[in-house]
């Protein structure tokens, strides 16, 4: 008699990390190409996907990999627009620039908490994915304020060095905060559903071929 192969509904959070992690790397080898090249995409200002590669970097990979991986792929980034002299890209101020690959480490930090507490808890799989998009806001407002906060510091911003002016700093960033929250939302829950979807469909297949 088949073996029954378990539903969705019958998975649980931490096998909705475990199932991709064995094959994250190339999740995260395809999601960090795919950054790079919309990064040079006629994209609206500030949608891109970094935070998002950085939140996926963070759920699935382990160790060190986690903050390294998305850093990479950032300054590979920042590099071919320094060396292309494309406008608007490369190298800047570099504290501010500091700060925002600190802003990116932070969202992969929230990744890797939501990774550790998904992996300690029973819930469904279905209840899992429902609450991606906290993280995945969690992680975008840290970044906002952290690299709002390097914007501030930059002399060439031209904004007070004074509590007003930081506050005005965090003000000026709010419209550009929402093209940023807006592909972090659709990047930030694609490459973890694209990812989990894929395996998991390759994984059943295989159960299947099995019994």
């Not at 989990?196 to 019994?211: F, H, K, M």
């Amino acid at each position: 008699m088949p073996t029954e192969i378990p539903s969705t509904q019958k998975k649980t959070s931490s096998e909705f990390i475990q199932v991709v992690r064995p094959v994250a790397w190339w999740f995260a080898a395809f999601f960090g190409l795919v950054s790079l090249a919309l990064r040079f995409a006629p994209l609206p200002e500030n949608f891109a996907t970094f935070g998002a590669l950085a939140f996926f970097c963070g759920l699935f990979l382990t160790g060190p990999a986690r903050w390294f991986a998305p850093a990479l792929v950032l300054f590979a980034a920042d590099c071919l627009g320094h060396f292309l002299n494309v406008p608007g890209m490369g190298f800047y101020h570099p504290t501010s620039m500091v700060l925002n690959y600190i802003a990116f480490a932070a969202v992969a930090s929230i990744g890797a908490g939501c990774s550790t507490w998904w992996n300690r808890t029973s819930t469904p799989v279905v209840a899992t994915i429902a609450s991606l998009p906290l993280g995945v806001i969690a992680g975008s407002f840290v970044f906002f304020l952290i690299s709002n906060f390097g914007a501030w510091l930059d002399p060439q911003m031209g904004y007070e060095s004074s509590f007003a002016g930081l506050c005005r700093c965090y003000w000026m960033g709010l419209p550009f905060w929402r093209s940023t929250l807006a592909s972090d939302l659709c990047f930030g829950l694609g490459f973890p559903l694209v990812a989990w979807g894929i395996t998991n469909a390759l994984a059943s297949r295989l159960r299947r071929a099995s019994v």
